[in-house]
């Protein structure tokens, strides 16, 4: 069975710094999704991030990019320049690459930026 | 564009009544999800619906059912609610057949307490 794991039930950063997430997973599948989410206090989850796991480069979107080492199945989330508005639950969440939409989530890292 | 839409957002039942909770998916999307996010969790998948069948499901029992209707929009109900069923429910919409490419899209979720 496919696990999700993040190990940092909260993290801190200031304003303009640098931080980073970690989530590790456990699959015998060789084709799949790794995701992280952000949930606000709006609750609606927001997709961040999205890495193939064929792909060897890593994943970057703007101010946020990816750490992905498949061998070791990590998948770290590294953000640059944190905004107030980056405060929320983040969740670390794996799909298989076809033929379903069930995703296996993390149990979450609350990220706190300090002004 | 609406986007997942659930409805109600907050709901209170007592222990052993019933309950239904409902989603909108996305424009163009053919494919409902539902989750269960207990306070301080990650969501756990619940079931998928497609062409109105339910196509997968989680770890949940049979009081946990669902239905999907030919507008794609779908029930979650719970029947014999207990105490642990209090969480927050999502919805998730997608397109079947282009699993391959894309993403769930998430709605704000129903918040039900159970007392």
């Known amino acids: 069975a496919q696990t999700v794991t993040q190990s940092q039930p909260e993290m801190s950063v200031q304003e303009a710094e640098t931080v980073t997430l970690s989530c590790t997973y456990d699959t015998s599948e060789s084709d799949y999704y790794l995701f992280w989410y952000k949930q606000p206090p709006s609750r609606q989850m927001i997709l961040v991030i999205r890495q193939e796991a064929y792909k060897q480069q890593n994943a970057t979107e703007n101010r946020f990019s990816v750490n992905f080492q498949k061998a070791a199945k990590s998948f770290s989330l590294k953000i640059s320049d944190s905004q107030l508005g980056d405060a929320a639950m983040y969740f670390c969440a794996y799909r298989l690459f076809s033929g379903t939409y069930k995703y296996i989530f993390g149990t979450g890292t609350r990220l706190k930026v300090l002004a | 564009d609406a986007g997942v839409t659930q409805s109600p957002t907050h709901l209170i039942k007592t222990r052993g009544q019933q309950v239904t909770l409902r989603c909108s998916p996305k424009?163009?999307?053919?494919?409902v999800s539902w989750y269960q996010q207990a306070l301080g969790q990650g969501p756990q998948f619940i079931f998928q619906?497609?062409?109105?069948?339910?196509?997968q499901r989680g770890n949940f029992p049979d009081r946990f059912s669902g239905h999907q209707f030919p507008n794609y929009s779908s029930e979650l109900n719970v029947n014999a609610l207990l105490l642990g069923d209090s969480a927050l429910y999502l919805c998730?919409?997608?397109?079947?057949?282009?699993?391959?490419?894309?993403?769930?899209?998430f709605g704000q979720g129903t918040r039900l307490t159970v007392v």
């Open positions: 424009s163009g999307h053919d494919t």
């Open positions: 619906y497609y062409e109105e069948e339910e196509r």
């Open positions: 998730a919409s997608s397109q079947y057949w282009t699993a391959q490419g894309t993403e769930a899209f």
